[in-house]
DNA sequence: AACTTTAACAACCGCTTCTCC
DNA sequence: TGGAGAAGCGGTTGTTAAAGT
């Protein structure tokens, strides 16, 4: 419960100022503590998401570059309305951005497409998104045992795909897993560049895997799917230039 | 006035911690 | 001491209100 009389509304520069230093003198995290440090007689959640998306230095404003509106299409395409696992892969973007952006720009762009008969744009009209992992795991869990839930159409039949045993862990199960995975999801998409996507993210998960052998192989993919902000191609040039640094991985 | 953009809220979910038995 | 349930918290996403054009 939150408490009595909370503030609502538009944010004034005060609050900002108050809330920022708060940050810088505390950190980020307890967040139900932040309104009473600061000050502020805001709800915890609001100064959070006042924080995430509006005062955390690293924002970054504007418009959407081209490449990054491609990796967007490509990322919700797999994801679906996975708005903070595609932020995680935009830097500086917020999980609120990304979602704006796509009800304030691509839909209209697709609307505008249909309307004028032509091709579509590089978006499918019914996602097929794949269910990521857990964000957060269980200590409880099992290493690798999966929880994989039905999002739509795509859950169902990725789920006639066997999974990998979760009692019995082979080095590469997972990753061979989500090959296969991600194989169907892009034969769905030859008409499309999303083709690429599924291509891109198991180069990505083997090249990762190499790197960190200390880890195990599913570690590393689920710290990138969750749309951590670790060192990951994807965002280090890979996206550039769309669909054409895809073929050398090929 | 109509439309677009964006910040903020509300509802929900999953996880962790606490309390009680 | 361990299990079950409740409560609290952080995080995510859909929706909406307000500001801007």
């Not at 003198?25 to 503590?33: A, D, I, R, S, T």
């Not at 679906?80 to 595609?86: A, D, E, T, Y």
């Not at 859950?155 to 019995?168: E, M, Y």
């Amino acid at each position: 419960m939150e408490s009595l009389g909370v503030r609502k509304g538009a944010w004034i520069q005060e609050e900002d100022v108050l809330l920022r230093k708060c940050i810088e003198k505390y950190g980020e995290g307890k967040w139900h503590l932040v309104p009473l440090r600061a000050g502020l007689n805001r709800c915890r959640k609001s100064c959070r998401l006042r924080w995430l998306n509006y005062l955390k230095p690293d924002i970054k404003r504007g418009e959407f570059a081209l490449d990054e509106v491609d990796l967007m299409i490509r990322l919700h395409n797999l994801l679906g309305n996975r708005w903070s696992l595609i932020a995680g892969r935009l830097p500086g973007r917020t999980a609120n951005d990304v979602k704006n952006y796509w009800h304030g720009h691509h839909l209209k762009k697709k609307v505008q497409f249909q309307e004028e008969g032509r091709d579509k744009p590089q978006t499918h009209s019914k996602t097929k998104a794949i269910k990521p992992h857990p964000h957060k795991f269980s200590k409880a869990l099992p290493k690798f045992e999966l929880k994989t839930t039905a999002v739509d159409t795509f859950d169902t039949q990725v789920s006639t795909s066997s999974k990998p045993s979760s009692t019995s862990p082979q080095p590469n199960d997972d990753i061979i897993w989500w090959e296969s995975l991600l194989a169907e999801h892009a034969q769905m998409d030859q008409e499309t560049d999303f083709s690429a996507s599924g291509e891109m993210l198991i180069a990505s998960l083997r090249a990762e895997e190499t790197a960190t052998q200390k880890k195990g192989p599913m570690d590393g993919m689920i710290e990138q799917i969750q749309g951590g902000e670790g060192d990951f191609p994807f965002d280090v040039g890979f996206w550039d230039t769309p669909n054409t640094q895809v073929n050398h991985l090929i």
